[in-house]
């Protein structure tokens, strides 16, 4: 809105600045102007309305006379309301990346600023997601398909998709600075993924317009876009520290094919001229090439003992040789191997989790700066502007949990918080706090005096008790015994009579002692199960069943799901692009024809070159890469290293060519001998940190300002099914006294850590290396966390 000529606007600290000169006559009808704009406008920075304070312009010397009158500077200072400014959401920026352990360097001017903003966006991102899975999902559709469309139809489709992930693409560019853009090596896949995946539609079509039959090479690129998107940092992370680990690996690997070379020279020297046969009569270790991939395939002990058959019938002393292989390459240099990957991906997951946890200490420091007043000696963040930020971070926070947080950030409630504090905020946010609203019972209004009488406060401490269920876990111990013994037994019967009364006593205690609308809480599916239906068998299953040691593995288990769900992710990608190889390379070579058709090429999988295999015999034509369904539950079964492994191999070898085995045996390196042992490596470290650690440092400051707050309700009392889980987001559970004191307002609403089954996987990453990263106050600097590498980790205990 453009200002008046009696109007100036200008800009001091952050703070708009409007003053006018005005003469004494039209004083008042200037102010009433000034006051309409300065509620109608919303100035830069998001100040609104208006204080006036008079004050003589320059020169005028405060002089009295109507020059001096007409010459009074009437100044309207703007203060801030709700309306977030630059700064603010600046800092915002800053913390929602920590928060998120984004690593992003975006540009701070504000236009950019709201599009980050936006960037981030959990639409925007959903969006993504969804054309990232529409385009996977092309290959089921696309010949070879499982549901067949025209090609005009799945090309239309991964156009828009293609669209899609180039407007991604430009948002990005929007907020990154140009050089940084340029730079990242995720951007350039993604632009030349797009560029090639179109050119190749180009080319298919037109092949496709003369009938000629092309190959969509460009397919096997998809999982590109799922890797290098932003919003896919858990996938990334884990292939770079593949790809870090590469080198290490790649040195064990030369020395097993060295071995595995040698015993096949052995091989070929003690049986190539004795005119061995295997079973099927080919002849047996008479190419060096065959004897080497029967050899590999022995280390998966696929083909086990059948390889050494024909060799072990000629003489018994020649299966020493064979053990002696074995021992070699299957148990010692597969043991180095996983020794070797879990050595060597853990201290580059360190190297990362050290580099993820700088940057968060970083931009919690450049935040902090940007909010920073001093107050005193040290500079500190103001309550109001505190509070503002957490709300731009976290919009549907509570005020219950904006004050909690507040009450742990600023513990002498000073009205700010220092940097020491600030810098905690990104981690608190990300513990999950539960408001538990705890209610009445319904007798205790009703009856009161019999409600809370000696005989019924008994009743109740005794289902309180861990005895109760201690109890209960050996009734449902000897209902399980009863339950496996002979049914037609009249005692056994009458047993049976006796657990259901047992159990049904059971629930209406609990419903007695337990406010009856949280024991049916939407969480308390097996009390509603139980009740429902009374079937004792149930509880073999039932949390209150679990003994305490089953009851952390279980919990362990649950806690280092998503972290498998990051593997899920990396498999998917890597079986996803062997599919569309072995789609390509192998389609239309093997057909399943039902055997009751009477066809002749049932018995030979459609194809003559199969005729007396163990392929054709073993009926593996089911197995073949004719869509995208059937490949990968053939690559699923070769992860499985079976028997079928060998068969597998030999029969699209006899299909196609004897070269088609470097295929499976590529396979068998990346996901088996690489991938899988990642995973296991992994899995063994977050296993252990998650079986042992209990409580990270955040997550014990918050549980101790819970309880000294008097507002705490400890998870061991939740066990029984957390019977109480009301969340109140609206009331504060806090109020203030006259002298402005935050104190408890009893009104039944209390906090709790939720379950660690909560944690995420960045939670878990860190607190697997939290010890070894380096007090606030050591940090390395920015170019060094960008710079780390594993001969510098110990930066962080240089204390």
């Not at 559709?141 to 293609?162: D, K, N, R």
């Not at 939290?770 to 962080?796: Q, R, V």
Request: charged fraction near 20%.
């Amino acid at each position: 809105m453009r200002l008046p000529w009696w109007l100036r606007q200008y800009r001091i600290c952050g703070v708009t600045q409007v003053a006018f000169i005005s003469s004494s006559e039209s004083l008042y009808l200037n102010f009433r102007k000034l006051s309409r704009l300065l509620a109608a406008q919303k100035a830069p920075g998001g100040d609104h309305a208006a204080a006036l304070i008079l004050a003589p312009p320059c020169g005028a010397g405060g002089g009295t006379g109507p020059r001096a009158k007409r010459g009074l500077s009437f100044r309207a200072q703007c203060f801030r309301t709700e309306t977030p400014d630059r700064e603010l959401l600046l800092a915002a920026a800053y913390v929602s990346d920590a928060q998120y352990n984004r690593n992003v360097p975006f540009e701070t001017s504000p236009q950019a600023i709201r599009l980050y903003h936006f960037y981030n966006h959990w639409t925007m991102r959903a969006a993504t997601y969804f054309f990232i899975w529409v385009d996977l999902a092309l290959a089921l559709f696309e010949e070879p398909a499982v549901f067949p469309l025209p090609f005009l139809v799945t090309s239309i489709a991964e156009v828009l998709c293609l669209t899609a992930f180039f407007g991604r693409l430009v948002h990005f560019a929007k907020v990154t600075p140009q050089k940084v853009f340029w730079k990242d090596t995720k951007n350039i896949c993604v632009m030349v993924t797009i560029v090639l995946t179109l050119i190749d539609l180009v080319i298919y079509a037109s092949l496709e317009a003369v009938n000629i039959r092309g190959v969509r090479w460009s397919r096997a690129l998809r999982p590109v876009f799922l890797i290098n998107f932003p919003e896919s940092r858990q996938i990334r992370r884990a292939f770079r520290s593949i790809r870090n680990t590469l080198p290490d690996i790649l040195y064990v690997f030369l020395l097993f094919l060295f071995s595995m070379m040698i015993f096949s020279l052995m091989a070929l020297k003690l049986f190539g001229d004795r005119d061995l046969r295997t079973v099927e009569g080919s002849p047996y270790f008479t190419n060096i090439l065959d004897i080497a991939f029967e050899l590999y395939v022995l280390v998966t002990t696929a083909n086990s003992p059948d390889v050494m058959m024909p060799a072990y019938e000629l003489n018994w002393w020649y299966s020493l040789y064979f053990i002696a292989y074995i021992i070699i390459n299957t148990y010692i240099f597969m043991s180095v191997f996983l020794a070797v990957v879990y050595n060597n991906y853990r201290k580059h997951l360190k190297n990362e989790i050290h580099t993820l946890a700088y940057l968060k200490r970083h931009k919690m420091t450049e935040a902090f700066n940007i909010l920073k007043v001093k107050v005193g000696t040290e500079f500190v963040v103001k309550e109001a502007r505190w509070r503002r930020l957490v709300k731009v971070v976290a919009p549907g926070i509570s005020s219950s949990h904006l004050e909690l947080l507040l009450r742990i950030s600023d513990e002498g409630q000073t009205g700010h918080v220092d940097k020491m504090n600030f810098l905690r905020l990104a981690d608190l946010l990300n513990i999950r706090v539960v408001a538990i609203n705890i209610k009445k019972h319904p007798l205790e209004t009703w009856m009161p005096r019999v409600y809370q009488s000696s005989t019924s406060l008994l009743v109740q401490k005794m289902v309180q008790h861990r005895i109760f269920v201690w109890v209960y876990d050996v009734i449902i111990l000897i209902n399980a015994i009863f339950i496996a013994l002979d049914e037609k037994d009249s005692l056994i019967s009458y047993a049976e009579w006796l657990f259901l009364s047992l159990y049904i006593i059971e629930i209406l205690l609990k419903l007695y002692t337990y406010e009856p609308s949280a024991y049916f809480g939407r969480k308390q599916f097996w009390n509603w199960m139980l009740s429902v239906l009374f079937l004792p068998a149930l509880f073999l299953v039932s949390e209150t069943s679990f003994y305490p040691r089953f009851r952390v593995i279980v919990t362990t288990l649950i806690n280092i799901g998503p972290t498998m769900l990051t593997f899920g992710g990396l498999v998917l990608v890597v079986y996803y692009a062997f599919a569309i190889i072995g789609m390509e390379a192998f389609h239309g070579k093997v057909h399943f024809l039902d055997p009751s058709s009477g066809s002749p090429d049932a018995a030979v999988c459609g194809n003559p070159a199969l005729k007396d295999s163990a392929f054709a015999r073993g009926r593996y034509c089911k197995n073949n890469f004719n869509d995208l369904a059937s490949s990968l539950v053939l690559l699923t079964e070769l992860t499985v290293v079976n028997q079928c492994f060998a068969l597998l191999a030999d029969g699209f070898a006899l299909a196609t060519h004897q070269a088609a085995k470097l295929y499976f045996i590529g396979f068998h390196v990346v996901v088996v001998i690489l991938i899988v042992n990642i995973f296991i490596a992994f899995i063994l470290e977050a296993f252990f940190v998650a079986y042992s650690l209990e409580k990270s440092e955040v997550e014990t400051a918050i549980e101790k300002k819970i309880q000294e707050l008097g507002v705490g309700v400890q998870e061991e009392d939740m066990k029984d099914g957390g019977l109480i889980d009301h969340v109140d987001t609206k009331d504060s559970g806090f109020s203030a006294d006259e002298g402005g004191n935050k104190k408890r307002d009893l009104r039944g609403l209390y906090f709790r850590i939720a379950s660690k089954k909560y944690k995420t996987v960045d939670t878990l990453l860190q607190q697997m290396f939290e010890s070894e990263i380096a007090p606030e106050g050591k940090d390395p600097s920015l170019e060094e966390i960008l710079n780390f590498s594993p001969k510098k980790l110990n930066f962080g205990n240089s204390a």
